[in-house]
């Protein structure tokens, strides 16, 4: 399931909104935010912008980030207040972020945290890379079933850094199933993006001393790809 955006709307993937906060189970095929102001191509933000706090020309009230080709939970501020009381959240760890991935073998602990250094790469600005100059990223990991050529992973990651899941698995010799990018090799037939989606996410909204959490099952077209895969 790509993003269904004809016309501009995301609204059947609104998990929940109020007058401070918009929470979207964002299907894949769609970004977060152009590159820079000059970018035309409809966004998260373009979609939103009117409901959305204005602190930049490019961003607005977005939080965090999913990759383009990444489903699932992302929250958006309405306000700006809002927006750094949540950004304050994820700044200083206290946001719990769970994903789920499909990645190519069989990890060698059914369960683990890495820690790896992530550094924009100098030979592809577009890339990320695991170098000993760059910020730490941390992740935990448990294997949640395995296949013949594959493994059902769910991450809880502690930082945020761009592209972590997929640069840490790459490194490990395990990359996510379909990711162009990092993974090496060819998409399998019958899955059109890379295999990861950001199934949870628990955070405190409006000052509140609760945390509240919201979730997003597998989409259909991960779904589906499972039910075509050897046990």
Known sequence: MTA???GGKLDKYVIYEDGRVIVLNKPAGISMHGKNPQDEAETVESIFRSKLAKNDTTRGGIVHRLDKDTSGVVIMAKTEPELEFLQSQFADR?????YVALVWGHLKHPRARIELPIKRSTKAPNRMSIDANGKMSISDYEVISEYL???LLRFTIHTGRTHQIRVQLAYMGHPVVGDRLYGGRPTPKGLSRQFLHAELLALKLGESEERTTFSAPLPDDLKNYMDTIDA
Do not use: A, P
Not at 94 to 98: A, G, N, Y
């Open 94 to 98: 206290e946001v719990d972020k769970k």
């Open 149 to 151: 050529n594959f493994s």
């Open 4 to 6: 269904d955006i004809t």
